[in-house]
């Protein structure tokens, strides 16, 4: 699967897709309403058949529910049925039901099968209206779904998810392998030795964020200065996650044309932002995974993810011995039994490279091992 993110151009018809937005809000709050009164009557969820079946009766009385397909909503029940089953199943993990949702906050609909057509061009037939959106690229694989998105800003987003022609098949051209360790100073330090620096984006723009944010909080609710100074805050988040998206694709692409196999460790993100906060999700190292692995895939190389327990940085790469604790702090160190001097994330890097290597097929290795150190 791929998805595809093209914008609609601003145009007074775009409203009927806002009231649309806006109606699938509703839709969603009654069904909320529903499930709950029928949990306290029965003990159990409202399955989804029930709740189709009683919304096309509703839909006949409602004529604001009338703005909106009939295949937006059976999504939106899918989805809330899907929730709840989710709920029952991990409620005891902490896993919260379906809340209710603001209509103003409600973001978006999804058509599946119908409600939608590409006319050409640029232009896209949506229920009775014809839209233009910018078209960066042409739309030649199979449409599975069509999501229309309303930003923070109020622009709208049109989101396909198309599938592949054909999936590449691995295929190593380099022979390289790399391994690569994720740190709180150095975004990444390859096995080979090089370090990528993070430009810490967010750290750059944290002042203006702060002053836009202490300007929102000061305005008076429900004011044309507050809905403005609201605005300002979003475009200044939207700035610092444009340029650090931007940057993630280009050493994505860097990565992939200069090694076939890169090998990762499974990383524990959300407790790594309990406990150091805005600098592990300023580094956005989960969005940088996503993105390397969508281009790894179109460009057939292989991205490994090693065991989360994988004692990667108290491993010595030289002799193999395992140290029995070791502080974060402690940057550099002596192994006592080959008196090798390892910094901490080259050493990890080297022994998730080996390690990774060893998840190979014995003929890929064969034909990668000259970049294996070892």
Same mark, same amino acid.
């Given at each position: 699967m791929k998805i595809l993110?093209?914008?609609?151009?601003?145009?007074?018809?775009?409203?009927?897709?806002?009231?649309?937005?806006?109606?699938v809000g509703v839709t969603y709050n009654h069904c909320i309403a529903l499930h709950r009164r029928y949990y306290r009557m029965y003990g159990?969820?409202?399955?989804?058949?029930?709740?189709?079946?009683?919304?096309? &009766? #509703?839909?006949k009385r409602k004529?604001?529910?009338q703005t909106v397909g009939s295949q937006a909503v059976q999504e939106l029940c899918q989805r809330i049925e899907r929730a709840y089953l989710l709920f029952f199943k991990h409620h005891k993990k902490g896993v919260s039901p379906p809340g209710f949702k603001k209509i103003k906050k409600y973001k978006s609909f999804t058509l599946k099968q119908a409600g939608y057509k590409f006319i050409g061009g640029t232009r896209v037939k949506i229920a009775n209206g014809v839209y233009q959106y910018g078209n960066y690229r042409e739309i030649e694989e199979t449409v599975k779904t069509l999501t229309i998105k309303r930003t923070a800003l109020g622009e709208l987003l049109m989101i396909v998810v198309v599938g592949y022609v054909s999936e590449p098949e691995a295929k190593f051209k380099t022979g390289k392998i790399a391994g690569f360790d994720f740190g709180g100073k150095t975004f990444l330090t390859i096995s080979d030795g090089t370090k990528?620096?993070?430009?810490?984006?967010? &750290? #750059?723009?944290i002042n203006a964020i702060k002053t836009a944010s202490r300007q929102h909080f000061q305005k008076r609710k429900?004011?044309?200065?507050?809905?403005?100074?609201?605005?300002?805050?979003?475009?200044?988040?939207?700035?610092?996650?444009?340029?650090?998206?931007n940057w993630f694709w280009k050493i994505a692409h860097e990565l992939t044309?200069?090694?076939?196999?890169?090998?990762?460790?499974?990383l524990n993100l959300k407790g790594m932002q309990r406990r150091w906060g805005r600098k592990i999700s300023g580094m956005a190292f989960g969005e940088f995974l996503q993105i390397l692995q969508g281009i790894a895939t179109?460009?057939?190389?292989q991205v490994v993810f090693l065991w989360r327990w994988y004692p990667s940085s108290k491993t010595c790469s030289d002799c193999g011995h395992v140290l029995e604790s070791l502080d974060i702090s402690v940057r550099g160190w002596r192994f006592p039994s080959c008196q090798s001097i390892n910094g901490q994330d080259e050493n990890a890097a080297l022994n998730i490279q080996v390690f990774g290597a060893s998840t190979v097929r014995?003929?890929?290795?064969?034909?990668?091992?000259?970049?294996?150190?070892v």
């Amino acid at each position: 699967m791929k998805i595809l993110k093209f914008k609609l151009y601003n145009h007074q018809q775009n409203r009927y897709l806002k009231r649309s937005i806006n109606a699938v809000g509703v839709t969603y709050n009654h069904c909320i309403a529903l499930h709950r009164r029928y949990y306290r009557m029965y003990g159990n969820h409202l399955n989804c058949a029930k709740l189709q079946s009683y919304r096309v &009766k #509703l839909r006949k009385r409602k004529p604001f529910w009338q703005t909106v397909g009939s295949q937006a909503v059976q999504e939106l029940c899918q989805r809330i049925e899907r929730a709840y089953l989710l709920f029952f199943k991990h409620h005891k993990k902490g896993v919260s039901p379906p809340g209710f949702k603001k209509i103003k906050k409600y973001k978006s609909f999804t058509l599946k099968q119908a409600g939608y057509k590409f006319i050409g061009g640029t232009r896209v037939k949506i229920a009775n209206g014809v839209y233009q959106y910018g078209n960066y690229r042409e739309i030649e694989e199979t449409v599975k779904t069509l999501t229309i998105k309303r930003t923070a800003l109020g622009e709208l987003l049109m989101i396909v998810v198309v599938g592949y022609v054909s999936e590449p098949e691995a295929k190593f051209k380099t022979g390289k392998i790399a391994g690569f360790d994720f740190g709180g100073k150095t975004f990444l330090t390859i096995s080979d030795g090089t370090k990528i620096e993070s430009p810490q984006f967010l &750290k #750059l723009s944290i002042n203006a964020i702060k002053t836009a944010s202490r300007q929102h909080f000061q305005k008076r609710k429900e004011s044309p200065n507050r809905e403005r100074a609201k605005k300002n805050l979003v475009r200044k988040h939207e700035d610092v996650a444009n340029r650090r998206c931007n940057w993630f694709w280009k050493i994505a692409h860097e990565l992939t044309d200069k090694f076939d196999m890169l090998c990762f460790e499974t990383l524990n993100l959300k407790g790594m932002q309990r406990r150091w906060g805005r600098k592990i999700s300023g580094m956005a190292f989960g969005e940088f995974l996503q993105i390397l692995q969508g281009i790894a895939t179109k460009k057939g190389k292989q991205v490994v993810f090693l065991w989360r327990w994988y004692p990667s940085s108290k491993t010595c790469s030289d002799c193999g011995h395992v140290l029995e604790s070791l502080d974060i702090s402690v940057r550099g160190w002596r192994f006592p039994s080959c008196q090798s001097i390892n910094g901490q994330d080259e050493n990890a890097a080297l022994n998730i490279q080996v390690f990774g290597a060893s998840t190979v097929r014995l003929g890929d290795v064969r034909q990668a091992m000259p970049a294996i150190a070892v």
